[in-house]
Antibody, heavy 122, light 113 residues
């Protein structure tokens, strides 16, 4: 079964750090762009970051640039999001999502995890 | 950044009737070299992650009921549900994947009238 499972969320104080993980199974993880998307409480979806198959290219939303770092471990089929200098406005459910297979350009998100909740509060 | 604007924000439709959701992008998401619109539609039910319904603006994902269809090109797009079923109650989002930052519309909440 094709699956993504996030972990690592929790309660953190403003200015703190957290690392999210997303474990992939059922597909060739190293062949796909991977993304993080977040959804604030009662809010819409916001794309956060993406990473190329081999990790050589990354992109970020302006609101997290310089604070968040996306990375991947293809040997262990795991995607990460290191979040530093967290702010109250980063409070959200964070989803990992599968994007384009290499060479297809189809970067719609066809597989999503269930999400992990991050709460930034004192 | 490409701004995606959906209309309406909410919609109530009777069972069996047609539902139409519109999405407008602030710039074209049509890539001229392959003539494809980099536009997807998602459905999100409460407590669940989004699920992709349509990509390339009009290609239905395998397994998605054929009552869902997408149309449009350039900057104006439409998601149509031809005959609303109870299980279609959800929030629907359009998204452009033409350029980063990828952006979503604000969502349209679809309910039963």
């Amino acid at each position: 079964e094709v699956q993504l499972v996030e972990s690592g969320g929790g309660l953190v104080q403003p200015g703190g750090s957290l690392r999210l993980s997303c474990e992939a199974s059922g597909f060739t993880f190293s062949s796909y762009w991977m993304h993080w998307v977040r959804q604030g409480p009662g809010k819409g979806l916001m794309w956060v970051s993406r990473i190329y198959t081999d990790g050589s290219r990354t992109d970020y939303a302006d609101s997290v640039k310089g604070r968040f770092t996306i990375s991947r471990d293809n040997a262990n089929n795991t995607l990460y999001l290191q979040m530093n200098s967290l702010r109250a406005e980063d409070t959200a459910v964070y989803f990992c999502a599968r994007g384009a297979a290499v060479g297809t350009g189809l970067d719609a998100f066809d597989i999503w995890g269930q999400g992990t909740m991050v709460t930034v509060s004192s | 950044d490409i701004v995606m604007t959906q209309s309406p924000d909410s919609l109530a439709v009777s069972l069996g009737e047609r539902a139409t959701i519109n999405c407008k992008s602030s710039q074209s998401v049509l890539y001229s070299s392959n003539n494809k619109n980099y536009l997807a539609w998602y459905q999100q039910k409460p407590g669940q992650p989004p699920k992709v319904l349509i990509y390339w603006a009009s290609t239905r994902k395998s397994g998605v009921p054929d009552r869902f269809s997408g149309s449009g090109s350039g900057t104006d797009f439409t998601l149509t549900i031809s005959s609303l079923q109870a299980e279609d109650v959800a929030v629907y989002y359009c998204q452009q994947y033409y350029s980063t930052p990828y952006t979503f519309g604000q969502g349209t909440k679809l309910e039963i009238k």
